[in-house]
């Protein structure tokens, strides 16, 4: 049996494709290409106009970016966190933020999110634990809901 030689330019292509949150696992693959297709922000990646400050942000406002997909907005939440004193006026912020499409109901009580917010609130004196500001995002939703009813 003859063997073949194989180059580095004739492997064959793989594409993987994952639906459903099934994932192929590739051992011996050298490479990896992620395609996001419909994703909530590719809009703003094709408008030049909707990005032109993104190289003004920090790190932190990055993280805040990727729930407020606006520079603008990132610097006026970012200004109203820096005045807040209380978890309670953050939960306030918070439920300003909540008219944002990517902020929504369950992503204001994660920690993940939580965590993005501490960093702008320098003048926080009380409650300025994950948890004590969750507990006030929660008072703050239940408090909504009762004033919808």
């Known amino acids: 049996m003859e ?16 639906f459903g949150g099934t994932n192929m ?14 994703d909530q922000f590719a809009e703003v990646a094709i408008r030049p106009e ?7 942000l920090n790190d932190d406002e990055c993280h805040l970016f990727t729930y407020v997909p606006d520079v603008k907005k990132v610097h006026e939440y970012t200004r109203l966190l820096g005045e ?6 953050l939960a306030g912020v918070v439920s300003i933020m909540l008219s944002e499409p990517g902020v929504g ?13 501490l960093p702008f609130a320098s003048r926080l004196t009380s409650g300025a634990k994950v948890d004590n500001v969750r507990q006030q995002i929660n008072n703050m939703l239940m408090t909504r809901g009762r004033e919808r009813k």
């Open 105 to 117: 109901k369950d992503t204001v009580v994660k920690g993940a999110f939580i965590e993005v917010l």
């Open 25 to 38: 696992i590739v051992p011996t693959g050298a490479t990896a290409v992620q395609n996001f297709y419909g």
């Open 50 to 56: 909707a990005t032109a400050g993104i190289e003004s």
């Open 84 to 89: 807040c004193t209380t978890a309670h006026d």
């Open 3 to 18: 063997r073949e030689n194989i180059t580095m330019n004739d492997k064959p292509e793989i594409e993987i494709k994952i």
